[in-house]
């Protein structure tokens, strides 16, 4: 087994590369979006030399290059100390990503937990994480399990779970046009995977208080 100094180098290592071998700060060129955003705009019959639409470019370019660029932070890992082998699960983590299809957001909700072996970590890491994965070019079944594997490379868990409920705006705003329609993804690891009762109380705590 990995010992915990190594465990939490690497998490935090793959946390600066974006923990899928992307640059941590990758290039962009923002006068060049700005330029191709006006170049689209105008194509599509809008006239950017308006006062009002003058900026839109801009501020175009500035909102994609935000849902692309997750905030840096800090893996922080605890001894477990008191030998805490339940479930820990934060629900409910909001978050926006990019479909990769057709650069239009999905935006929704995860569900994050796991058991508890070695160390445990601070639970605003857990929101984090979901963060680090939502904001780039994405498709949901992806994130949700490069979550999953993510934590469990970090804590070496018992088990790990993550369910991800989304709005896809390439769904309801084009194409067959179905608002409010949610997509559920889920990844397990370890124990919430492998043992039944565990994979129910983590699957029970998701629903409690949602309709079925």
Same mark, same amino acid.
């Given at each position: ?19 899928? +071998?992307?640059?941590?700060? $990758? ?20 006239? %950017? ?34 030998? *805490?082998?339940?479930? =820990?699960?934060?629900? +409910? ?5 990019? %479909? ?13 937990? *796991? ?9 605003? /890491? ?10 780039? $070019?994405? =498709? ?12 469990? /490379? ?5 088990? =790990? ?13 084009? +194409? ?37």
């Amino acid at each position: 087994m990995r010992s915990p100094i190594t465990a939490l180098s690497l998490a935090r290592e793959e946390c600066r590369a974006q923990a899928a +071998g992307e640059p941590a700060q $990758p290039v962009r060129d923002m006068i060049a979006a700005q330029e191709a955003a006006a170049l689209f705009l105008r194509a599509l019959g809008l006239n %950017c030399e308006q006062e009002a639409t003058l900026g839109t470019p801009g501020r175009m370019a500035r909102a994609f290059a935000e849902l692309m660029t997750p905030r840096p932070f800090e893996v922080t890992t605890f001894e477990n100390d008191e030998n *805490y082998t339940q479930l =820990v699960l934060v629900r +409910g983590v909001p978050f926006a990503s990019l %479909c990769e299809h057709h650069a239009l957001p999905f935006v929704g909700t995860a569900d994050v937990g *796991y058991l508890p072996a070695g160390r445990i970590v601070g639970l605003s /890491k857990l929101a984090r994480v979901v963060e680090l994965f939502a904001r780039r $070019p994405q =498709v949901q079944e992806r994130m949700t399990q490069q979550i999953a594997d993510w934590l469990q /490379k970090a804590l070496e868990p018992a088990g =790990v779970g993550v369910l991800v409920r989304a709005e896809h705006f390439c769904m309801s705003l084009r +194409g067959v046009q179905v608002t409010g329609a949610s997509t559920i993804t889920s990844a397990l690891h370890g124990q919430l995977l492998d043992d039944g009762r565990a994979r129910d109380e983590f699957l029970a705590l998701t629903r409690t208080g949602r309709e079925a």
